[in-house]
């Protein structure tokens, strides 16, 4: 090695900088350095964008998702339909390869807008090592879904540096609008202003277990149950002064006890602004008899004893009706008092 190329590279070392030569970072990963940057806003949509819909996790068919194709061409959007929809490899939306394909498509294509995950179900952590979000950095789309879409939300935050949407899916538009109640249509209504650039705000009644306080920070979060599951792996969420919002269906208090505990273990509750916790929808114990000894608020509040930070529980989101839109990597002001809580984007 000549002395002008030893001393270049011991500059590069000394400054963090890659080596001539260095393998550079995947698309599908942000370098370490990189992980605290500023996230990035998609652009909001106008009438005649496209958005497209994919089946990332489980199957679906056309049919199922008309309801939803048909209210969002009323708002002005036109619609790609993925290639996913109607496939089927068992309970999943096609194979491994033809989902992870149909998302990366959807990503690298700069005519569609936004995507939509028809529904959740299981299967995004099976492909998320397979996607490239090199293209989807420099040209940022809104990405949209919840439940087993976690995983994305997730994994954009660690590694695009990209907000995304936590809403309800195609699965959970109403086979007829005209029938549907309020609250279901304010919901569906919630993605369609997000999409078009509404600033999020949430004025809910406090709940008698909440804990008082003013927090701002970045909003992140999801499925509790799938965010425990990817603890420790390259999607693994970074908790520390943001505002953590959580959500679940279908387990055991014990199981939900358990997976509090993860979080606290793994650090993810010591730092935070603040805390939301959604709809919880427990599963009763088979024998009564064996019933875990706390409900969801004595599990919750008994992980945070020695934090500080605002608590609010019941909030509107979750596997449930009233289940809003939220803007995941959004800077957002938490307001918890003993009257009302209000959650609202900020500049």
Known sequence: MQRKDFIKQGLAVSLGLPLAGAVPATGNRLPAEEESLLIKIPPCLNPGDTIGITSPAGYITAEEIRPAVEQMESWGLRIRIGDTIGKRDGTFGGTDAERAADLQKMLDDRTIKAVMCARGGYGMVRIIDQVDFGHF?????????????????????????????????????????????????????SIRNMLFGEKMRFEIPSHAENRSGLAVGELIGGNCKTIESITGSASDIKTGGKILFLEDTGEYLYSIDRMFWNLKRSGKLENLAGLVIGGFKIKPAENPEEEFNKNLYQIVLEKISDCNYPVCFDFPVGHQKNNYALKCGANVRLSVSGATTVLEEIH
């Open 137 to 189: 950095r420099r040209h940022p789309k809104w990405l949209i879904g919840f439940s087993d879409v976690t995983v994305l939300h997730a994994h954009l935050s660690r590694h695009a540096r990209v907000a995304s949407i936590h809403s309800k899916m195609c699965n959970s538009f109403p086979d007829d609008w005209t029938k549907a109640d309020a609250l279901q249509q304010e919901t569906i209504l």
